[in-house]
Every structure is written in C-alpha cells, then in structure tokens.
C-alpha cells in the first residue's frame, strides 16, 4: 500500500475513532471502555479474574473483594521494572489470601489466579478489551488530570498503549508524549505499571518498543518500526492494525516475543525481522516429519549488532516449549563464543528454563542422552560435538584436523593483534577510541587463549588414544587366556606354552601402559 493511498486526517479525535472502529474487526471487543479510571480499570480486572477463576478451590461463586484486589494491586506495584512485571505476568497466575467471609470453602486460605496464558489466544478464557482515553492521576497536586489516547487490554490488564497524532505531524511527538507521561509516574504505580508496549502512531508512520522503565532509559534506537516479510517498513496504519495489532499478534507480543533479559534486568521485544525468522522456523519444526529423515537444513542471515544471538534463542525456546525437539542444540564455532552465548541464553531463560553447559565432550553426550526437560536446551562448541561419532570414538586423523584449524584461526588472530597494537599508537592513551581499540586487542588475546586451551585438550585426547588402544589388546589377550585355559584339561601340555607366551605378552603391555602414564 502506498502513501498515497493512507487516509488523511486532519484531526486526532478524528484519527483516534477511526482506530477504535478498526480494531474490533481484527479480534478486539466492540464494546469500548471509555475514559475509564485507574479504579475502574481495577474493577474490570476483578470481574474478568472472577470469571476465569470459578473453581470451588479458587473464588467459587464469590467475587473478588476489595482488599483481596489490593493484595493483587500490591504486588504489581512490587515489580520494579517491567522486566519484573513481564515475569509477574507470563508467571500465569498470582496468589491470594481470601478475606471474603462467604467464600467458607477457602475464607483464610491462599490460593492461585490465573491471570494470563501465552498458549491460550483468541480462545478459552482469552479477553480482548479497547480502553479509550484513560483517566491518568496527576502526579502533582496541582496538575490537572490527563487521558491518554488508546490502550488495549489482555484479560483486564493493560498491556499496549498506544499514542497518536494527526496526519503530517512528526511521528516524534507521540514518542514525546509517552516520555512525558512516564517522567510524571503515570506508568510507575497501579495497574497502569502493567504496560508492556508502548506504540507511537500517526496515520502515515508508527513505532513501536518495549516499555523501558525509567524516563532516562527512552532510546531512540530502540524505537522499532513494523515491517513485512521482505523488510519494507509498513507506513499505512491500517496495515499496522491488521499486522501487528491484531489478535493473535498482540497476544503473541506479550507471551512471546517480548523478553525479560536477566542481563541488564529490562525488558526487550523482538524486531519484526526477528518475530519472522524465530515464527518461520518454529513453524517449519512443527510441520517437519523426522521420521523420514528427508528434513534439509537452513539459515537465517543477520548483520552484526542485529540480534543472531536474541533470535536463535526465541527459536529454539519456541521449538523446545512446543514440544516439537526432543533437543534444541546452539551449536557455537568457537568454545569462547559459546561461553559468551550461554551466559546471554541464560539472561533471555524464563525461571522455569534451564540453559545447560557442556564443559567437555561426556557432559554434551549425557546432556543429549538425558530425557529430563531441564536438558532441552543446550549450548556448546563445534569441537566438543564433533567428537561424538555414532558409536565410535574419535580419531587421531580427525584431532590432528582440528588442532590445524585451529592453528589457521590463532595466525589469523595474530595478524589481526599485529594491526591493532599499530592501530592504538595513533590514539591519545585513554581517549575514547583509545579504549576502543584496546578492547579490541584483549578480545583478540581472549579468543587466542581459548584456541590453546582446545589445543592443549586435543593433544591430550591424541597422547590416550595409543594407552586406549592398549587396554583394548590387553582385553582381548586376556579373553584368549580365559578361552585356553577352559580346554587345558585335554590339551594341557601342548597349550601350556602357549598361555605362558600370551601372559609374557599382557606383562609387557602391562609394562608398557606404566610407562607411559
């Protein structure tokens, strides 16, 4: 669709409607909630959690309180971030003390809400609701109170909200708006703090990105535009409606395709590139017959500084939680990689995922053997996978092979250092690219080290292969000893000399194999 073809407006009440006519044509509610309060919001989140929690050992026939809200209130307003509150509602559920007397079957007793299901779109118990110009508190005093212009509710809770403008204004100036909304705490408190994604929208250019938390932490670079398949940014809002917006896109935002990043402890959301690579190769596992061992393999390609490491991990949780893997490997080409990947795979895991090591080749071949589902995950090196061989053990061929890899990876790393070192002369010791270069030079000398140490560990394996070989003859003299000893009573003069040259024979190895170790 072309510019000329978006629809022009001249006002942004005008603008605003037209947003909430769509809506509802792509899985929203008809029913809009207009200018609704904090309290009010609160209110209809209760009446939602009390539908979805029927159960005689939940809420039964008796409502929510008022207190029991506020244990509810009272925890969101725990989380500290919306890292923290992208936990709290991907958790699924939420713990309460009933208070409310009526209720004799649970009155005094703790239990479990559920308040959100990832796998549960567009059916079972699944609300969609539009809020139109919430009611903000001022956080002055003084201040009159503000509206904000549309937000979107998933089972009551406000996860998205979006802020326009009218045609031809600046697409900055709804960014803005947010901005100022969070320096006046309108998101730091109450169920307003649930927010997840902020979309900043005119009918010609829309942003979207992850609630950052504090006012200090609004980057521009982290304000994605939505784009298709082929990576043509999408301008119509309309589109943006039907691709991003609509359920169970929105749905899927939240339960997937945002993440809690453990690292630096905020919360992230994945580009559109990103969403299209991590769905389509889940999508193609889940369709994949592997029974007839005719599945091909495939890529996806990525820049540097574009998310590889963020993508192939939304894959591969999305594959391992469908249940379609048994076992989802990252597969690093070198072990200092994989330590930097696992320790980021790690930030992006939810608490209830494991992310497993493989600190040599007989921890990877248990992990792979494992049926526990803590297993299912698992980082390590091309070296360390390429000693697993069906049934066979390694060779000294394939060692050599990797120790001249190798080889050929620290030359071209000393060269690499060479330029650098000449490099940082030309900068004033503690300026800027100074600094630049020198981590630069210390990561370099980082990979150079990780190298040897696969060196040292691949010449080791080559000194046990002739000591393993011995063993295996010592076995198998010792069975032939075993197997003539059983016929000695008929045959025991002629074999007699035999058996005294076979143990001669297992001394000496046995000789052999002292000496070597």
């Known amino acids: 669709m072309t510019n000329d073809n978006i629809q022009y407006f001249v006002k942004e009440s005008l603008f605003e409607q037209a947003l909430v006519d769509l809506l509802p044509h792509h899985g929203w509610e008809k029913e809009v909630l207009v ?23 939940k809420l039964g026939n008796y409502p929510l309180t008022a207190s029991e809200m506020r244990q509810i209130i009272d925890q969101v307003n725990l989380c500290d971030s919306p890292y923290a509150m992208n936990m709290f509602i991907n958790g699924g559920q939420v713990c309460i003390k009933r208070d409310n007397p009526t209720d004799t079957n649970n009155y005094g007793k703790e239990v479990y ?20 110009q919430p009611r903000f508190k001022a956080s002055h005093p003084l201040g009159g109170d503000r509206r904000g212009d549309v937000m979107l509710l998933i089972n009551g809770m406000p996860v998205i909200h979006i802020e326009l403008k009218r045609s031809k204004v600046d697409v900055s100036q709804a960014t803005f708006q947010i901005k100022r909304y969070t320096h006046e ?173 493989t600190q040599n080749t007989a921890i990877l071949l248990s992990k792979l053997k494992s049926t526990d589902n803590d297993d299912r995950l698992i980082v390590t090196s091309i070296q360390k996978m390429s000693n697993i061989k069906a049934g066979k053990d390694i ?16 030359d071209k790393l000393k060269e690499e250092h060479e330029e650098l070192v000449k490099k940082l002369s030309n900068y004033d010791y503690g300026s800027d690219k100074f600094n630049e270069v020198q981590k630069s030079i210390q990561d370099c000398e980082n990979e150079m080290s990780s190298l040897i140490q696969e060196q040292i560990q691949y010449n080791k394996q080559i000194l046990d292969i002739p000591l393993n070989k011995l063993n295996d003859l010592k076995d198998q003299l010792s069975n032939i000893k075993g197997a003539l000893d059983g016929v000695t009573n008929d045959y025991d003069t002629a074999i007699s000399a035999v058996i005294n040259t076979v143990e001669k024979e297992i001394d000496k190895y046995n000789d052999m194999t002292e000496a070597a170790e």
Request: aromatic share 12%; proline share 2%; net charge negative.
């Open 35 to 57: 200018q609704p309060t904090e309290e009010d919001l609160i209110q209809n989140w209760a009446k939602i959690l009390f539908d979805n929690n029927r159960d005689i050992n």
């Open 113 to 132: 809400l559920k308040i959100f299901d990832a796998r549960e779109i567009s059916a079972g118990q699944s609300r969609y609701q539009i809020a139109r």
């Open 185 to 357: 705490g309108v998101f730091g408190n109450g169920i307003f703090k649930m927010v997840q994604i902020f979309v900043a929208m005119t009918p010609e250019e829309t942003l979207y990105f992850a609630n950052p938390g504090k006012e200090e932490n609004f980057k521009p670079e982290f304000y994605f535009h939505w784009e298709d398949f082929n990576n043509t940014v999408i301008r119509d809002w309309r589109r943006i409606v039907s691709d991003l917006l609509s359920i169970p896109m929105a749905h899927q935002l939240i339960g997937y395709y945002t993440i809690a990043d453990d690292k630096d402890k905020t919360l992230k959301v994945l580009r559109s590139y990103q969403y299209f690579a991590a769905s389509k190769i889940s999508d193609i596992t889940h369709k994949t017959n592997w029974d007839t061992h005719q599945h091909r393999g495939g890529y996806v390609w990525h820049t540097t500084g574009s998310g590889k490491t963020m993508t192939s991990f939304k894959s591969a949780q999305l594959i391992a939680n469908s249940g379609d893997a048994d076992k989802v490997v990252f597969l690093l080409d070198r072990i200092e990689l994989s330590v930097q990947s696992l320790d980021e795979y790690r930030g992006f895991a939810g608490e209830d995922e494991a992310i497993q090591d």
């Open 395 to 410: 060779s000294q061929e394939q060692l050599q092979k990797l120790i001249e890899l190798s080889s050929k990876q620290i």
